[in-house]
């Protein structure tokens, strides 16, 4: 059933079937998130600045995600030999990428006028700065080596290596004192964001993360295509 | 146990070895990835004077005193020890008595430091600012949310 999430000639057929409805559900779920973005309350403490936070954590959450799906893939890459995991890899390595310089931009347009700075290296920060200069690294390991084989180890290596990063970045601001405030919505308890500003928040989540499903399938598509005429 | 399953295994014990040793060499280093120490810290830490450090707690109520403009002197507290702070320059939005704050300067004294740049830190509540009327006109509101 889920195997075209291994087999790129499935994933293919399967996408083609769902790539419209796809399509036009993103619109309708961005659409919709701008609009209640737009119409979402100012925070009593932060008052408009807090509408960064609508791209801001949408754009980490991708990030983190982006990574972590690399992440799995290498395993099984690596442990089942399934060679649809590294189209996957090299496909949406630069998608995390760009993900998270749009965290790191958005949290510095939002630090500079409520902490009083654009950029301290407190672990947070810091630790989502080294996944992005892994993800640069990911993309150049993707240009450097001839042999197909050989590279495509190195880097699925090289992405597990790195998936350590992943938990020191969500617990960063639990295991250490940061200026970065703790989460919001992962907390066991109930979430102390009020409800009229999750709303907004979650469907931008889910906006987000489609966008970045349809430039991940666009992307996973070529890369198929590209690997089909050349070997 | 076939050799995929064998290859699974070493993977995910790599990772978990790499993982636990990485997790190690961080919390022993923790005073290097700490980005503040807070008051009480501070005091037994028994850091001399001329150390640059950060210092992050709330500002104490009532403690903040305009000496001329952009010219402030307040304390930082966590509840156990307070520091003295003084500070030229900015004041961000978000500093107020009762606020989240980190600064940065060098120690005068045990207790003193001099300031050369504040942070405010804010907390993870979110909340409209209607909600925030409401609460207060029906008693509800709390001291935690400030």
């Known amino acids: 059933m889920f195997n075209f999430l291994i087999n790129p000639y499935k994933f293919n057929k399967f996408v083609d079937i769902i790539f419209k409805p796809l399509v036009i559900l993103t619109l309708l779920v961005l659409i919709a998130g701008l609009f209640l973005v737009y119409f979402s309350p100012l925070d009593y403490q932060q008052g408009l600045t807090v509408k960064i936070m609508y791209i801001h954590v949408p754009s980490a959450w991708l990030a983190l995600l982006t990574y972590a799906i690399m992440t799995i893939y290498s395993i099984i890459g690596?442990?089942?030999?399934?060679?649809?995991?590294?189209?996957?890899?090299?496909?949406?390595?630069?998608?995390?990428?760009?993900?998270t310089i749009l965290?790191?931009?958005?949290?510095?347009?939002?630090?500079?006028?409520m902490w009083g700075t654009w950029w301290v290296w407190d672990a947070r920060l810091t630790s989502v700065a080294i996944l992005f200069i892994v993800y640069l690294l990911i993309i150049f390991l993707n240009h450097a080596f001839e042999n197909r084989e050989v590279r495509e180890k190195t880097i699925a290596?090289?992405?597990?290596?790195?998936?350590?990063?992943?938990?020191?970045?969500?617990?960063?601001?639990?295991?250490?004192?940061?200026?970065?405030q703790p989460a919001s919505?992962?907390?066991?308890?109930?979430?102390?964001i009020d409800i009229s500003m999750l709303q907004p928040l979650l469907v931008m989540t889910v906006a987000?993360?489609?966008?970045?499903?349809?430039i991940a399938i666009l992307r996973i598509k070529a890369e198929i295509l590209m690997r089909k005429n050349y070997l | 146990?076939?050799?995929?399953?064998?290859?699974?295994?070493?993977?995910?014990?790599?990772?978990?070895?790499l993982g636990a040793a990485l997790l190690l060499i961080l919390f022993n280093t923790k005073q290097n990835i700490v980005f503040f120490y807070t008051p009480s810290e501070l005091i037994e830490n028994k850091i001399t004077s001329g150390v640059k450090v950060r210092i992050g707690g709330y500002v104490k109520k009532s403690s903040i005193k305009k000496k001329s403009i952009n010219s402030y002197e307040f304390k930082i507290t966590d509840n156990k020890n307070e520091i003295l702070i003084f500070y030229n320059g900015i004041l961000p939005d978000l500093f107020r008595e009762g606020q989240g704050t980190v600064i940065e300067g060098s120690i005068i004294d045990q207790d003193t430091v001099n300031a050369s740049k504040v942070y405010a830190k804010h907390d993870e509540n979110y909340m409209?600012?209607?909600?925030?009327?409401e609460l207060e006109k029906n008693n509800q509101w709390k001291k935690e949310y400030k």
């Open chain 1, 78 to 99: 690596l442990a089942f030999k399934i060679p649809f995991s590294f189209i996957i890899n090299k496909a949406i390595a630069p998608i995390g990428a760009v993900f």
């Open chain 1, 103 to 113: 965290c790191l931009f958005s949290g510095s347009m939002w630090g500079k006028p």
């Open chain 1, 157 to 180: 290596i090289f992405i597990l290596i790195g998936s350590i990063n992943l938990p020191i970045i969500k617990f960063s601001v639990d295991w250490w004192n940061t200026l970065h």
């Open chain 1, 185 to 192: 919505i992962s907390k066991l308890a109930s979430p102390s």
């Open chain 1, 208 to 214: 987000f993360s489609l966008v970045g499903l349809i």
């Open chain 2, 1 to 17: 146990m076939s050799l995929r399953f064998q290859r699974l295994i070493l993977i995910l014990t790599t990772l978990v070895m």
């Open chain 2, 128 to 133: 409209p600012a209607s909600i925030k009327k």
